[in-house]
């Protein structure tokens, strides 16, 4: 079971990027994968999930630092998950991570979003935003 994730970089301001999370040994389609960020010095944080697919209950989540601008989405054929980023500030500097933790829906309450202990994690993509 892997989850990669790839296509950060430095981006300027109000910039987009668009992250991949390729899932192998496992088909994601079947399970909520969330992206979480984390800055230096500064605590994990779920910023956007999307669930199973056919899931109804609680089937995306976006955090409010980035609700309008970020947008999770699947590729099936390709097994991948997306975050389109746009609208690209210096406070969304930070590795993004991508991460499931096998349930089917998003579990979140208000505008946090965390997994359980015994969730899988990719190793982290930089993202860097320069003004």
């Known amino acids: 079971v892997q989850l990669v994730e790839s296509g950060g970089g430095l981006v300027q301001l109000g910039g987009s990027l668009r992250l991949s999370c390729a899932a192998a040994g496992f088909t994601s389609d079947y399970y909520a994968i969330g992206w979480f960020r984390q800055a230096p010095g500064q605590e994990r944080e779920g910023v956007a999930c999307?669930?199973?697919?056919?899931?109804?209950?609680?089937?995306?989540f976006y955090s409010d630092s980035v609700k309008g601008r970020f947008t999770v989405s699947r590729d099936s054929a390709k097994n991948t998950v997306y975050l389109q980023m746009n609208g690209l500030k210096s406070e969304d500097t930070a590795v993004y991570y991508c991460?499931?933790?096998?349930?089917?829906?998003?579990?979140?309450?208000?505008?946090?979003?965390?997994?359980?202990?015994?969730?899988?994690w990719g190793q982290g993509t930089q993202v860097t935003v320069s003004s």
């Open positions: 999307i669930g199973a697919v056919g899931t109804t209950y609680r089937s995306t």
């Open positions: 991460a499931t933790d096998w349930a089917g829906h998003c579990d979140y309450s208000g505008n946090n979003y965390v997994l359980a202990d015994f969730a899988s």
